[in-house]
């Protein structure tokens, strides 16, 4: 079923006399258009402009699903340093410890603003396990 045939189907359920069965319309359509939006902002990031594709790293640190973090993890092997700087920000905004491996790998970027950025990053983990790795 294409995206917009099933957009179509679950607003037309929206009217449903059951309030459960629109309940689980109203939640399947956020998650459908959610993924549309994932789908049309990674795609930004791939081909966009660098303004285009930074508002789009942004975008994506505020829809802060396992999707669009990861995305925004993949954004850290650009080879724009602007799109690795952003991204390390958008995730160290995030701080969810299971992007701290991604953040450690980028003390090791070829570009010194990207490593500070990242080292400031990891210090607002303020996890005392990082201690060894950002103090040497």
């Given amino acids: 079923m294409a995206v917009s045939t099933a957009r179509l189907a679950l607003t037309a359920t929206l009217r449903d006399d059951d309030a459960d069965v629109r309940r689980a ?6 998650r459908l258009e959610s993924l549309a939006s994932l ?12 303004s285009q594709a930074l508002r789009a ?8 699903g396992p999707q ?7 954004a850290l092997r650009s080879p724009r340093t602007e799109l690795r700087a952003a991204a390390v920000k958008v995730l160290g905004a995030a ?5 701290l491996g991604p953040l450690t790998e980028m003390l090791d970027d070829r570009d010194l603003d990207v490593r500070v950025l990242a080292a400031r ?8 396990r990082l201690l060894p790795i950002l103090l040497p």
């Fill in 25 to 30: 319309a109203a939640e399947a359509l956020e």
């Fill in 121 to 128: 990053a990891l210090g607002d983990f303020r996890d005392g």
């Fill in 95 to 99: 701080r969810q410890p299971r992007l």
């Fill in 57 to 64: 790293l942004h975008a994506l640190g505020d829809l802060g």
């Fill in 68 to 74: 669009s973090l990861a995305a925004v993890v993949g």
């Fill in 39 to 50: 789908h049309r902002l990674t795609g930004v990031l791939d081909a966009g402009d660098a």
